[in-house]
Nanobody
Framework: QVRLLESGGGAVQAGGSLRLSCEAS????????MAWFRQTPGQKREGVAV???????HYANSVKGRFIISKGNANNTLFLEMNSLKPEDTAMYYC??????????????????????WGQGTQVTVSS
């Protein structure tokens, strides 16, 4: 059984940083495409960043230059380093895992259909 457990969320002031973690069990992080999504109440869940199985990275335009997605293969964990946080980054952040090496294309990686497994989410709140 695959389980994804997010942690690291919290409340920070604008300009601050947080590091999210997604610990996987029953799933090998290094072998597959994984991503971070976020969602605010009443809004569609949006893709934040993806790391393909070959290490290729893609980011949403809104977070480019501020967020970094990475894998910790030794501890089977996906990370999201978030810097220069803005109030508009406030959301529930979800870890997502696929069963393939790739998640779509450069333009479609943020489609939820590519991902089979989801975590329960961790809340990030950025105050101005």
């Amino acid at each position: 059984q695959v389980r994804l457990l997010e942690s690291g969320g919290g409340a920070v002031q604008a300009g601050g940083s947080l590091r999210l973690s997604c610990e996987a069990s029953g799933y090998t992080v290094s072998s597959y495409c994984m991503a971070w999504f976020r969602q605010t109440p009443g809004q569609k869940r949006e893709g934040v960043a993806v790391i393909e199985g070959d290490g290729t990275l893609h980011y949403a335009n809104s977070v480019k230059g501020r967020f970094i997605i990475s894998k910790g293969n030794a501890n089977n964990t996906l990370f999201l380093e978030m810097n220069s946080l803005k109030p508009e980054d406030t959301a529930m952040y979800y870890c997502a895992a696929s069963r393939g090496l790739y998640c779509g294309t450069t333009d479609s990686w943020d489609s939820r259909g590519w991902y089979t497994y989801w975590g329960q989410g961790t809340q990030v709140t950025v105050s101005s």
